[in-house]
Nanobody, 124 residues
């Protein structure tokens, strides 16, 4: 069982940066793949990226490659999403997610643990 709580969302101008944080708790935390999804108004939830259980490998959707960076801190039980060069199309509710370590999947159904979400709004 894992609980996830996101923070750090807000309003930012296009080209700016934000860092989202996810506090994780529960047993077997170190054995989980952790990452992020997002959902824009009227759209489905889509994959953003993940970091594997060792923290050494990351995977991103094409639209955020080179702009977003995911990292994790085992000592603090935290996962981060650093977002740079933000665009209006990045506006969405961002969710921290977790699953048992293994293959990387982009489908929301593959991730049984979700945070409550945090709003990110990028203005032009």
């Amino acid at each position: 069982q894992v609980q996830l709580v996101e923070s750090g969302g807000g309003l930012v101008q296009a080209g700016g940066s934000l860092r989202l944080s996810c506090a994780a708790s529960g047993r077997t935390f170190s054995s989980y793949v952790l990452g992020w999804f997002r959902q824009a108004p009227g759209k489905e939830r889509v994959f953003v990226g993940v970091v594997n259980f060792s923290g050494g490998n990351t995977y991103y959707t094409d639209s955020v490659k080179g702009r977003f960076t995911i990292s994790r801190d085992y000592a603090k039980n935290m996962v981060y999403l650093q977002m740079n060069s933000l665009k209006p199309e990045d506006t969405a509710v961002y969710y921290c997610v977790a699953r048992i370590a293994g293959e990387v999947y982009v489908a929301p159904s593959a991730y049984p643990y979700w945070g409550q979400g945090t709003q990110v709004t990028v203005s032009s």
